[in-house]
């Protein structure tokens, strides 16, 4: 006995439609009017998504990726029946519990409890059911005294704990979750993933939206790549992961200018000494931004001292776009002392066979005292540079480990 699909889209496209130079003020009406040079106005038709057809199995956890534009929320609207097609045939069965941007679904003059009874009752809980989950709903969205101030107060981390805990609470046979797990901070972050691995374990469908390339390769089983609202494809997710970064990295590996330092940039430090720029080599000390797995990198720290510094630490953190910490080398740490630093120079860290695999990474750098760690200066997350496929068949987790396989057969 087949399986029925719990989610069918048949041909879907969702079109918008808008006019472009329309009047905003009853003056402009009156001049587009009477003007002899009118003309006339121009109507365009914005396909969202096109074509789109696929099914998903109940207990199935599909990733969708692509571009920003690419129609990825376009078509979780139309899975939680939010949007209605313009043409194909959309077949869902089961409660659909969604979590998208952020305050969807709030009443900003309403408080969390309140909005906790509002939302769950629009997902179809009873009072009475409502009633028996309350105190679950609050315990997980941690909000405490919170719960009880109007959302139009709340941060956008408060909003996300309040939708994401409502939305699983709900018992939902589809649950829904667009990019918004970015927001709020990782412990929170990692709760949710946790919630949402039990959920799969339990058999609900889940459908998500996310940039995050190693949060989708650990969650999800197929995946579908939208691009300009087409699917590019659809199949086992390793499989489209490889395509679509593939696509998505394949023109980043040119050389770039030097990564200056923006004034936008978190800075912290007395200022005694200053990174100025920051530049990622290849092994002939070409600059480039995008490297391989297994490539060697050199990463240069330029500086300029203000006044006389003795043999201070340079360190680095890098992290993985999701936030893991990767590894934070410094020169003391390596046995390099640079002794008294008077003026400009620069520094360099050779990593000789990069074991990282796919993904963005972002690049802290700072100067410190090496006994004290009095901070001169800090530029947080100021810097970033790319891997990207092709050194290594590996795609799954953060590094590939130098090793070999044995088999023996006795």
Known sequence: MSIEPIIRFESVGKRFFFTSETPQSVLEMIITFFSRRRRAQRSQDLWAVRDVSFEVLPGEVIGIVGRNGSGKSTLLKLIARILRPNSGRIMIDGRTSALLELGAGFHTDLTGRENIFLNASVLGLSKEEIQERYQDIVEFSELGDFINMPVKHYSSGMFMRLGFSVAIHVDPDILIVDEILAVGDQQF???????????????????????????????????????????????????????????????ANKSLTDQAVSQHVKRTGSGDAEITAVRFLNQHEEEQTAFKTGDSMIIEVIYQTHKPIDDPEFGLSIFRDDGVHV??????????????????????????????????????????????????????????????????????????????WEWDPA
């Open 189 to 251: 972050q990692a709760k949710c993933i946790d919630r949402i691995l039990d959920m799969m374990k339990k058999g609900t469908t889940i459908i998500i939206v996310s940039h995050n390339l190693s949060l989708i390769r650990k969650l999800c089983t197929r995946l579908i790549w939208l691009d300009k609202g087409i699917p590019r494809a659809i199949g086992p997710t390793m499989e489209v992961a490889r395509q679509y970064m593939a696509y998505s990295f394949g023109t």
């Open 327 to 404: 590894a934070s080398p410094s020169n003391l740490i390596s046995g390099l002392h640079t002794g008294l630093l008077d003026g400009a120079g620069k520094i360099r860290y050779h990593i000789e066979r990069l074991p990282l695999l796919p993904a963005d990474y972002q690049l802290t750098a700072g100067i410190h005292d090496g006994v004290t760690n009095f901070q001169y200066d800090n530029l947080d997350r100021a810097f970033s540079f790319r891997i990207i496929p092709g050194g290594t068949e590996e795609l799954y987790g953060l590094v590939e480990l130098p090793s070999r």
